[in-house]
């Protein structure tokens, strides 16, 4: 898997946590204190997401970090 195909599938598991809620990018980054700009990036795989941001959505969306990696 390239790291570009990583941060895809990263950003698709948090999609599809995110939507699973019924939350929007913004509630989602209202409720891990980031821009919706951010969220949005991330989930279109643009940036290489840091353990901590992993950390800040997973407990944002009740997941465990593993559930955001796990594919």
């Known amino acids: 898997m390239t790291k570009e195909q990583l941060k895809k599938k990263i950003g698709q598991k948090i999609i599809e946590i995110r939507t699973k809620k019924g939350w929007s990018q913004s509630d989602?980054?209202?409720?891990?204190?980031?821009?919706?700009q951010a969220i949005e990036k991330l989930e279109n795989g643009k940036?290489?997401?840091?353990?901590?941001?992993?950390?800040?959505?997973s407990k944002a969306l009740g997941v465990a970090v593993k559930d955001l990696i796990s594919f």
């Not at 940036?47 to 959505?57: A, D, G, K, M, R």
Request: one cysteine or more; glycine letters at 0%; proline letters at 5%.
């Open 47 to 57: 940036v290489n997401p840091t353990l901590y941001s992993l950390l800040e959505i």
């Open 28 to 36: 989602l980054a209202r409720a891990c204190k980031k821009d919706r």
